[in-house]
């Protein structure tokens, strides 16, 4: 099997690097060079151009900032889909929303390509050591395919249902997380408030049953007021942007996640966006 990985951000350039470690013939393509030459130097090839990257592959897989990005890179008339061989898959890694999924359903089926969506649950750590958990929606037969090359770069797989149904369950589990750190942020600031000891509240708190598990994470984070990107905050607003425009598309109200989606805004805005997204804390303790 050929597999090319376009994208090589925090999350691709790991994902793809697991790949190389496993014995995967893998290109590489990425707009800036320098994690394509470091995966170069371990073995990987790389191409002229992203058609060129896609040309011969088997199966593509992208990880791609938003779903500008890749309507950009795949869906125009002369993009990677149009390049790709028929009866190829792509399996897409980016976190968009479900209607944007269908529209790129649509587009592969009309290029004869075959489609998954394929989200993963995870931040750099996760994906540097292949532990990630991909939420996969599309044709069961095109999973089984694809399957052992994403068991090289996670931990576990979730079948979820048709094209779309991974985004779709995606979008659940970060409008949950978004809302989960502000939570956590807000109840450590209220304590300190009330005289309690911060070392305490965050040695405490994330071990509570009413906590979010990932708290004892980014409890360090809050401690020390290092911030280093694992999933940045921008990326975080604009995920929370997606659940906003989808629910609008559906007729469902999301009064917290839309709330939360603002809190974010305001700390991107300040500057805060390419941090990672536990840097909320900043934000909301300055108020």
């Known amino acids: 099997m050929k597999i090319t990985f376009i994208g090589l951000g925090i999350m691709g350039s790991r994902m793809a690097a697991n790949l190389l470690k496993n014995g995967a013939d893998i290109t590489v393509y990425n707009r800036s060079k320098t994690p394509v030459n470091i995966l170069v130097k371990k073995g990987a090839k790389t191409a ?129 997380l978004a809302q989960s750190m502000i939570i956590f942020s807000e109840a450590i600031l209220l304590g300190e408030k009330m005289g309690m000891e911060k070392d305490f509240l965050l040695n405490v708190i994330p071990g509570l049953v009413v906590a979010a598990p990932f708290t004892k994470f980014k409890s360090e984070m809050l401690r020390s007021g290092n911030y280093e990107v694992q999933f940045p905050l921008e990326w975080m607003h604009k995920d929370l942007h997606l659940a906003a425009v989808t629910a609008y598309e559906l007729g469902q109200p999301l009064y917290l996640a839309n709330i939360a989606k603002e809190i974010f805004a305001g700390a991107n805005k300040k500057g805060l966006g390419r941090l990672d997204f536990a840097a909320v804390h900043r934000y909301l303790e300055k108020g």
């Open 48 to 176: 002229a151009s992203i058609n060129a990257a896609v040309e011969n592959a088997d199966i593509v897989f992208s990880m791609i900032s938003t779903p500008e990005a890749v309507a950009q890179v795949f869906l125009k008339e002369s993009g990677a889909l149009s390049a790709m061989k028929k009866n190829a898959i792509w399996a897409d890694c980016s976190t968009v929303n479900p209607s944007f999924s269908l529209k790129q359903k649509a587009a592969a089926d009309k290029a004869g390509i075959r489609f998954l969506d394929a989200p993963v649950a995870g931040t750099k750590p996760h994906a540097e050591n292949a532990e990630l958990v991909f939420f996969v929606g599309g044709k069961k037969s095109v999973l089984k395919e694809v399957e052992p090359y994403l068991n090289f770069m996670g931990k576990k797989i979730m079948y979820v249902g048709g094209a779309g149904k991974g985004a779709s369950f995606k979008m659940l589990v970060n409008i949950m």
